[in-house]
C-alpha cells in the first residue's frame, strides 16, 4: 500500500507565498507520475502540476504556468509544489497524488492516479 501525506498549506495573502510537502511511503518508483491537484467547493478536481521520469518532466496547468513549481527529493520520498504570487482563486483543497503503474493518460488527468492524500487547504485572501 502507499501512503501519502500533505502539509504546508495555511491563509495566506495575495500575492504570498506557500511550499507544499508531500511525503510518499510504500512502495512506488520515481520513475511514476506525482501529481499536485486541487479542488475548490462546487468545483471539479483540478490537476495543477505534475513530475515524471525522476523529475525529468514537469507538467502545468496554464492557470498556474510561471507561478508554481513542482520538484521532488527521491532520497526524502517527497514531493514539493512552491506556490509563488498567490491568488485568491488558487483557493481550495490540494491533494498529491501517485500512479501504481504508468499511464498513457496525460499526467493532469486525475484518472491516471491510484493513491491520494487527504490533502492540505490553502486559503488566499485578498
Known amino acids: 500500500q502507499v501512503y501519502l501525506v500533505e502539509s504546508g498549506g495555511g491563509p495566506v495573502q495575495a500575492g504570498g507565498s506557500l511550499r507544499l510537502s508531500c511525503v510518499v511511503s510504500?512502495?512506488?518508483?520515481?520513475?511514476?507520475?506525482k501529481g499536485w491537484f486541487r479542488q475548490a467547493p462546487g468545483k471539479e478536481r483540478e490537476g495543477v502540476a505534475a513530475?515524471?521520469?525522476?523529475?525529468?518532466?514537469?507538467y502545468y496547468a496554464d492557470s498556474v504556468k510561471g507561478r508554481f513549481t513542482i520538484s521532488r527529493d527521491n532520497a526524502k520520498n517527497t514531493v514539493y509544489l512552491q506556490m509563488n504570487s498567490l491568488k485568491p482563486e488558487d483557493t481550495a483543497m490540494y491533494y498529491c497524488a501517485t500512479e501504481k503503474y504508468w499511464s498513457s493518460a496525460s499526467p493532469l488527468e486525475a484518472s491516471r492516479y491510484n493513491y491520494w492524500g487527504q490533502g492540505t487547504q490553502v486559503t488566499v485572501s485578498s
Open positions: 513530475i515524471c521520469l525522476g523529475g525529468d518532466s514537469t
Open positions: 510504500g512502495y512506488t518508483s520515481s520513475e511514476l507520475c
